[in-house]
């Protein structure tokens, strides 16, 4: 009884010291507004907050698809779309250390994704391009476009990126969290507020720091 409880306030105490905040980016390689939003606000928030955001990259927005011959066929506005649309969906679905997912797809995004663009990003942050080359087959990365896209049509929205946390989305947080994520990401930790959003406690006037 007595070891019981003992164990039982342990995992408690692991579970508090481990909070994490869930959040997943629903967006597009080539839109701006994607494009600046991972590059200013998810990436550098991902390191100030230290481990303390599970991130799930969902990319996808704006593609279509049509149903040809028993085949989907994904059309972006460009090919180059698809193409890095499918190197996102691979890296985000099979290199399961996130931070380095992040720099390699951060890098990406200034880049054409030329053959040498890819293996230049892969290069500097110690990406495993080789473990995951199969995935950039059609066959496999397709299937996995095709669970992106499902998961976009599910959510309803316009906007692109669309930010869920914690597997809620709602229109006028995400809106919020478009225009500043930390503010809005540090007001969904409920126990142990990481150190970078100490500015919560400090700051009264209701303002963003
Ligand atoms: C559709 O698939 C069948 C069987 O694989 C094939 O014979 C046919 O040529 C395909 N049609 C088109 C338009 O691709
Ligand atoms: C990336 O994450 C791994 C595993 O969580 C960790 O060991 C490593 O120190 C991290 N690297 C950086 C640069 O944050
Ligand atoms: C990789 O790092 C080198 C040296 O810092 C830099 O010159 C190059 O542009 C980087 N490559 C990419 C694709 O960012
Ligand atoms: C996507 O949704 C369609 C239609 O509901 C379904 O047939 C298909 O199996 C789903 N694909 C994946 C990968 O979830």
Excluded: W
């Excluded at 095709?146 to 006028?172: V, W």
């Amino acid at each position: 009884m007595y070891l019981g409880c003992a164990f039982l306030l342990l995992l408690a105490i692991t579970a508090i010291l481990s909070e994490k905040v869930k959040v997943s980016v629903y967006y597009e390689t080539h839109c701006p507004c994607s494009i600046s939003f991972i590059k200013k606000q998810l990436y550098p928030n991902y390191f100030k907050l230290d481990g303390s955001l599970d991130v799930e990259l969902i990319p996808y927005g704006n593609t279509k698809r049509t149903l040809l011959n028993g085949t989907t066929e994904f059309q972006c506005k460009k090919d180059v779309t698809c193409r890095a649309m499918r190197i996102h969906a691979c890296a985000a679905q099979y290199v399961t250390t996130p931070n380095i997912t992040l720099h390699f797809l951060n890098c990406l995004m200034d880049t054409q994704y030329t053959q040498h663009d890819i293996i230049g990003c892969a290069t500097n942050y110690s990406f495993p391009l080789e473990d995951i080359q199969n995935c950039f087959s059609d066959g496999m990365s397709s299937a996995l476009l095709e669970k992106f896209g499902n998961r976009t049509e599910l959510l309803s929205s316009a906007h692109i990126p669309a930010i869920a946390f914690n597997d809620q989305y709602d229109d006028r947080t995400s809106q919020k969290a478009r225009e500043n994520f930390l503010v809005t990401v540090c007001s969904m930790f409920k126990i142990d507020l990481p150190s970078a959003c100490s500015f919560i406690n400090l700051d009264f006037s209701g303002k963003a720091a």
